[in-house]
């Protein structure tokens, strides 16, 4: 069985992203605790959002980092 972050924890944790910032996948990557590989898999599968606002290159909002960092923390995976 797999010990869960406690409630506090965990607020404590999505408090710390900043809610109007652009989050790079390898930032967010290494916020919620995934392979960048695995960030940009999900992203073109629909189940992380993401923009490409300049360069190219994925952009994740600090909501959507506040979310995914949430869902790993209390159920151990992203859910759509």
Do not use: C, W
Not at 64 to 77: F, P
């Amino acid at each position: 069985m797999v010990k869960r972050p406690s409630a506090q924890v965990i607020d404590l944790a999505v408090d710390s992203v900043e809610s109007n910032r652009m989050y790079s996948v390898k930032e967010t990557a290494g916020l919620i605790n995934l392979s960048v590989e695995y960030l940009r898999d999900l992203i073109q599968a629909g189940r992380v959002e993401a923009g490409k606002p300049f360069g190219g290159h994925f952009r994740i909002t600090g909501n959507e980092v506040k979310r995914l960092l949430k869902n790993m923390l209390t159920e151990g995976k992203i859910s759509s």
